[in-house]
């Protein structure tokens, strides 16, 4: 079965710009949740969507959110880029969130310039 | 809100050596996970403990779980280039709360 699903790869944008990242989970899989991976913090939860609802937020300015659709694909939008915005951003699918295993995608690059 | 570290944030073994990573978290969780991520690629689930004071192998890789449900450790046995990466724990509090915290994580290097 098809993994998830991130585009694009890469991504370069310029300060004060806004970026829609995607994510496609596995097929059959509701939670979706999106992390920022950066060499200096690890992985640091964004948001986790279950069923078109946002469960979880995490400890991020307002310029960062996120949206899931009914067929459990997902998307997280940064407006105003910052230089510190970029990272490693990283979307995992899990069949539920309650304690099943999560499954990552490769990620989207992104660099703010 | 609750914390997950890790320990040491960097490890560098000679190969054969055996290699051991920590977690500790501020609160009670309902489980842990363990998370391998090469260089270049993205974490890839290893395991998850559930009971207290719970022991889990795989091949050359024990897991622990505390007895009081806030730490966690992961061993690997005479290591393998193979085993470089980045190692995470990650943690789930109980209740409603699903949200999975991570550790910073150790970066594993193997000397061949």
């Known amino acids: 079965k098809a993994g998830v699903t991130q585009t694009p790869r890469y991504l370069i944008k310029t300060r004060g710009q806004q970026v829609t990242l995607s994510c496609s989970p596995i097929s059959g899989h509701r939670s979706v949740s999106w992390y920022q991976q950066t060499p200096g913090q690890g992985l640091q939860f964004l948001f986790e969507y279950f069923s078109e609802t946002q469960r979880n937020k995490g400890n991020f300015p307002g310029r960062f959110s996120g949206r899931q659709f009914s067929n459990s694909r997902s998307e997280m939008n940064v407006s105003t880029l910052e230089l510190g915005d970029s990272a490693l951003y990283l979307c995992?699918?899990?069949?539920?969130?309650?304690?099943?295993?999560?499954?990552f995608g490769q990620g989207t690059r992104l660099t703010v310039v | 809100g609750q914390q997950v570290m890790q320990i040491p944030q960097y490890q560098h073994v000679q190969e054969g050596e055996d290699f051991t990573t920590y977690c500790n978290s501020s609160?009670?969780?309902?489980?842990i996970q363990w998370y391998k991520q090469r260089p270049g690629g993205h974490p890839v689930f290893l395991i998850q403990l559930v009971k207290s004071g719970e022991v889990k192998k795989q091949k050359r890789l024990t897991f622990q779980f505390g007895e009081a449900k806030k730490n966690s450790s992961l061993h690997i046995t005479a290591t393998q280039t193979t085993d470089v990466g980045t190692y995470f724990c990650?943690?789930?509090?109980?209740?409603?709360?699903?949200?999975?915290?991570f550790g910073k994580g150790t970066l594993l290097t193997v000397n061949p």
């Open positions: 609160t009670t969780l309902s489980n």
């Open positions: 995992a699918s899990s069949w539920d969130s309650r304690g099943t295993e999560a499954f």
């Open positions: 990650a943690g789930r509090p109980g209740g409603s709360n699903y949200k999975l915290t």
